[in-house]
């Protein structure tokens, strides 16, 4: 199935959810909002003639000062029974940055929503463990977030002297082959 004729059939059966889809050099984007991502995306994997059956990527985007609503999570999905792909694009807004967690769907999701988590400061709703997965636990601010400061947060991460520290300690054990 082409690209254009599944987002026809995303916005037949979620015409309410879906806010526009757009095609450039045969990829196709649909941009919905964020209230039923998990039922649009059941649907998509269970329904036998897409069997969205592969998430490829999940990730953020931050357009301040760009766009009416600040944040977009995007979903990459492949299909790898009919060889047909998809990208949806669900709005975030700043006043509330979390959307319900597509794990039940693709348990792929874990680690790409912790990430968007981790770098955006998006959460999932009903993620199992959302925790930072790139940044230590005690990291302030999300880096990716087009206001983070370019160099970093005013105060030095506290955990910055103990890894300079271990990295002494641990160097006779760097193989210098």
Partial sequence: MEALQIAEKIKEKFPEETLDFREFRGQVSVTLKKGRILDICRYLHDDPDLFLDYLVDVCGCDYLGKKDVRFEVIYHLYSIRHRHAIRLKAEV???????DSV?????GANWHERECYDLFGIVFKGHPDLRRILLPEDWEGHPLRKDYP???PEKEWP???EVL????RYREFEWHG
């Fill in 93 to 99: 807004p700043d006043s509330d940055p979390s959307i």
């Fill in 159 to 161: 955990g910055f002297l």
């Fill in 150 to 152: 370019v160099k970093g």
């Fill in 165 to 168: 520290d271990k990295a002494k």
């Fill in 103 to 107: 794990m039940p769907v693709w348990v």
